[in-house]
């Protein structure tokens, strides 16, 4: 195990280098398929599909987003809320 460091670097060398160009192909490479040109044509007597309306982000309303009128709820916070009642109703009890 001579030379560890040389090694490593020649290795490293190898894998990130550019290559040297000796096995470039000599000429150029042949397309397996010819290009096709190809023309879309509407039909005017087909009936148009009902489209969806286009995509609006909410990032691009005017109006802030209100985060109470969400229902999403955080199921740990919910827990500990009701832990916390069930605690606080004990120690009123008694």
Same mark, same amino acid.
């Given at each position: 195990?001579? +030379?560890?460091?040389?090694?490593?670097? *020649?290795?490293?060398?190898?894998?990130?280098?550019?290559?040297?160009?000796?096995?470039?192909?000599? @000429?150029? @490479? @042949?397309?397996?398929?010819?290009?096709?040109?190809?023309?879309?044509? /509407?039909?005017? /007597?087909? /009936? *148009?599909?009902?489209?969806?309306?286009?995509?609006? /982000?909410?990032?691009?309303?005017?109006?802030?987003? +209100?985060?109470?009128?969400? =229902?999403?709820? @955080?199921?740990?916070?919910?827990?500990?809320?009701?832990? =916390?009642?069930?605690?606080?109703?004990?120690?009123?009890?008694?």
């Amino acid at each position: 195990m001579h +030379d560890l460091i040389p090694r490593a670097l *020649q290795r490293l060398r190898l894998l990130f280098a550019p290559g040297t160009g000796k096995r470039r192909r000599c @000429r150029p @490479r @042949r397309h397996l398929f010819p290009h096709v040109h190809l023309t879309l044509v /509407s039909c005017p /007597s087909a /009936s *148009q599909p009902p489209q969806l309306p286009r995509h609006r /982000s909410p990032y691009g309303l005017h109006s802030p987003l +209100d985060g109470s009128a969400s =229902v999403l709820v @955080r199921p740990y916070l919910a827990a500990h809320e009701q832990e =916390v009642a069930l605690i606080g109703a004990r120690k009123a009890a008694a």
